[in-house]
């Protein structure tokens, strides 16, 4: 059986056919085709060392097919991720409300507060007349008050003033023989049986609670609206009007203050 002339077999002829042809010529060959066995291995396996070297240069270069579709699939699905978000930040932005003013800016953009208004001035206490301090003066402006919210006449506020002239000194007394009445502010004190207060009106006949009859202004209501009660009183003499009010052991007593009375009115008038 006929076998394949091996590497060596095809150079000898080779050698042998350019030894014919030219000397010069098969001598140039032999240089360029090591005779030694080994040194032909080597350099056959240097050859295949570069042919691998190239092969494995080009698979890292081009890489095999199944890789090349991964990396282009992951590259088109980040690239779509990035697109994602940046259409969700979009959306948020547009979405998301105003922002509201900073306390800072809210507090200048608010209003200025009205300037609060001035606390009312008490009025000034009526300056005293017709010789009377002024407890006694504010006590009078008090008893005309109580007149003027019952719509009575200023005859009314005279008769009362002269009254109270007479039976407290336009002072608000406690009675000695009422402890009580003690509690309420006194501006001096009386020994009247329980008479108290400005026109010394009497809790036992009536007229009050010691605690209301210490109070000037609910006296002198309590004085007009009996005075109210006796008939023809805006024609009697002021001292009989008077008396039949506060029924007194001395009835003539009251007119000898018709006079201060009637100055005292026309002051806080």
Same mark, same amino acid.
Request: hydrophobic letters at 40%.
């Given at each position: 059986? /006929?076998?394949?002339?091996?590497? $060596?077999?095809?150079?000898?002829?080779?050698?042998?056919?350019?030894?014919? $042809?030219?000397?010069?010529?098969?001598?140039?060959?032999?240089?360029?085709?090591?005779? =030694?066995?080994? /040194?032909?291995?080597?350099?056959? @396996?240097?050859?295949?060392?570069?042919?691998?070297?190239?092969?494995?240069?080009?698979?890292?270069?081009?890489? #095999?097919?199944?890789? =090349?579709?991964?990396?282009?699939?992951?590259?088109?699905? &980040?690239?779509?991720?990035?697109?994602?978000?940046?259409?969700?930040?979009?959306?948020?932005?547009?979405?998301?409300?105003?922002?509201?003013?900073?306390?800072?800016?809210?507090?200048?953009?608010?209003?200025?507060?009205?300037?609060?208004?001035?606390?009312? %001035?008490?009025? @000034? #206490?009526?300056?005293?007349?017709?010789?009377?301090?002024?407890?006694?003066?504010?006590?009078?402006?008090?008893?005309?008050?109580?007149?003027?919210?019952?719509?009575?006449? %200023?005859?009314?506020?005279?008769? @009362?003033? @002269?009254? &109270?002239?007479?039976?407290?000194?336009?002072?608000?007394?406690?009675?000695?023989?009422? #402890?009580?009445?003690?509690?309420? !502010?006194? $501006?001096?004190?009386?020994?009247?049986?329980?008479?108290?207060?400005?026109?010394?009106? /009497?809790?036992?006949?009536?007229?009050?609670?010691?605690?209301?009859?210490?109070?000037?202004?609910?006296? !002198?209501?309590?004085?007009?609206?009996?005075?109210?009660?006796?008939?023809?009183?805006?024609?009697?003499?002021?001292?009989?009007?008077?008396?039949?009010?506060?029924?007194?052991?001395?009835?003539?007593?009251? &007119? %000898?203050?018709?006079?201060?009375?009637?100055?005292?009115?026309?002051?806080?008038?």
């Amino acid at each position: 059986m /006929r076998h394949s002339p091996t590497h $060596e077999e095809i150079h000898d002829k080779t050698i042998a056919r350019h030894r014919r $042809e030219s000397p010069s010529a098969s001598m140039r060959l032999r240089l360029l085709w090591p005779t =030694d066995r080994s /040194r032909r291995v080597a350099l056959a @396996a240097s050859a295949l060392t570069c042919l691998a070297i190239a092969a494995m240069a080009n698979s890292s270069v081009a890489g #095999p097919p199944e890789q =090349d579709v991964a990396l282009s699939a992951a590259a088109e699905r &980040a690239t779509a991720e990035r697109a994602s978000r940046s259409s969700d930040r979009q959306a948020s932005a547009q979405a998301a409300p105003a922002k509201t003013a900073t306390p800072a800016k809210a507090k200048a953009a608010a209003p200025a507060k009205p300037a609060a208004k001035p606390a009312a %001035k008490k009025p @000034a #206490p009526p300056k005293p007349v017709a010789g009377l301090n002024q407890k006694q003066m504010n006590n009078a402006q008090r008893i005309v008050a109580a007149g003027q919210k019952l719509g009575l006449p %200023k005859r009314a506020y005279v008769i @009362a003033v @002269a009254t &109270a002239m007479q039976e407290s000194q336009l002072l608000n007394l406690a009675s000695t023989a009422i #402890p009580e009445s003690r509690r309420y !502010a006194p $501006e001096g004190s009386g020994s009247d049986h329980d008479s108290v207060g400005l026109f010394q009106q /009497r809790p036992s006949a009536g007229w009050g609670s010691v605690k209301n009859l210490m109070t000037p202004s609910y006296s !002198a209501t309590a004085f007009y609206k009996a005075l109210r009660n006796v008939s023809g009183w805006q024609k009697m003499a002021l001292t009989y009007a008077a008396q039949a009010v506060q029924v007194s052991a001395y009835p003539e007593a009251y &007119a %000898k203050h018709e006079w201060r009375a009637k100055k005292v009115v026309d002051a806080l008038t």
